[in-house]
């Protein structure tokens, strides 16, 4: 079956560090670009970041600096590294696949609070 | 930055025409895209390239796009159909997403 997985939300306090992972399965996950894309409970769609298929890589000027996307192909996996978190972080995160957003993950919840 | 207008809400009657628009400067000259999301759900795509429809996506989506403005068409409009839209496209190596619209079917 053709899917996105992520994994990886959770707590943490303004500040911290976490990592989301994304697993892929079902497609050849190095032939894709992929992005990651973040929604606040409420509100719309923003996008955190993209990575090619060269491992060349994009943000969005809210995140820059801060977070870190990247992908293992090995492992059909895409990462974000995400350091000083603030609360505005808050959101669900997903994972898509290539530049049209054809495929979507269900999503992982980030909750930045103390 | 680049930024996408969408209208906040859009109402229409089962089986009538939705049109929600999306307005950027010369839109026309890049490629739009539009995902509809249910409540609870992730967003799906629903228009490519302008006005293309993936596979498995009813033919009474279509999308276009001329000048500063996007439309996203939904024909013979159905309660399925009642979800948030939004609009995307490249700018400058960057995504930009639209505000979203609601869809009310009623």
Same mark, same amino acid.
Request: neutral net charge; proline residues 4%; glycine residues 12%.
């Given at each position: 079956?053709?899917?996105?997985?992520?994994?990886?939300g959770g707590l943490v306090q303004?500040?911290g560090?976490l990592?989301?992972? $994304?697993?892929?399965?079902?497609? @050849?996950?190095?032939?894709? &670009?992929?992005?990651?894309? *973040?929604?606040? %409970?409420?509100?719309?769609?923003?996008?955190?970041?993209?990575?090619? %298929?060269?491992? &060349? @890589?994009?943000?969005?000027?809210?995140?820059?600096? *801060?977070?870190?996307?990247? *992908?293992?192909?090995?492992?059909?996996?895409? !990462?974000?590294?995400?350091?000083?978190? *603030?609360?505005? &972080? @808050?959101?669900? !995160?997903? $994972?898509?696949? &290539?530049?049209?957003?054809?495929?979507?993950?269900?999503?992982?919840l980030v909750t930045v609070s103390? | 930055?680049?930024?996408?207008?969408?209208?906040?809400?859009?109402?229409?009657?089962?089986?009538?025409?939705?049109?929600?628009?999306?307005?950027?400067?010369?839109?026309?000259?890049?490629?739009? +895209? /539009?995902?509809?999301?249910?409540?609870?759900?992730?967003?799906?795509?629903?228009?490519?390239?302008?006005?293309?429809?993936?596979?498995?996506?009813?033919?009474?989506?279509?999308?276009? #796009?001329?000048? #500063?403005?996007?439309?996203?068409?939904?024909?013979?409009?159905?309660?399925?159909?009642?979800?948030?839209?939004? +609009?995307?496209? /490249?700018?400058?190596?960057?995504?930009?997403?639209?505000?979203?619209?609601?869809?009310?079917?009623?």
């Amino acid at each position: 079956e053709v899917q996105l997985v992520e994994s990886g939300g959770g707590l943490v306090q303004p500040g911290g560090s976490l990592r989301l992972s $994304c697993a892929a399965s079902g497609f @050849t996950f190095s032939s894709y &670009d992929m992005h990651w894309v *973040r929604q606040a %409970t409420g509100k719309g769609l923003e996008w955190v970041s993209a990575i090619g %298929t060269a491992g &060349d @890589t994009y943000y969005p000027g809210s995140v820059k600096g *801060r977070f870190t996307i990247s *992908r293992e192909n090995a492992k059909n996996s895409l !990462y974000l590294q995400m350091n000083s978190l *603030r609360a505005e &972080d @808050t959101a669900m !995160y997903y $994972c898509a696949r &290539d530049w049209s957003m054809g495929l979507w993950g269900q999503g992982t919840l980030v909750t930045v609070s103390s | 930055s680049y930024e996408l207008t969408q209208p906040p809400s859009v109402s229409v009657s089962p089986g009538q025409t939705a049109s929600i628009t999306c307005s950027g400067d010369k839109l026309g000259d890049k490629y739009a +895209c /539009w995902y509809q999301q249910k409540p609870g759900q992730s967003p799906v795509l629903v228009i490519y390239l302008d006005s293309k429809r993936p596979s498995g996506i009813p033919e009474r989506f279509s999308g276009s #796009n001329s000048g #500063n403005t996007a439309t996203l068409t939904i024909s013979g409009t159905q309660g399925m159909d009642e979800a948030d839209y939004y +609009c995307q496209a /490249w700018d400058s190596s960057t995504v930009v997403f639209g505000g979203g619209t609601k869809l009310t079917v009623l």
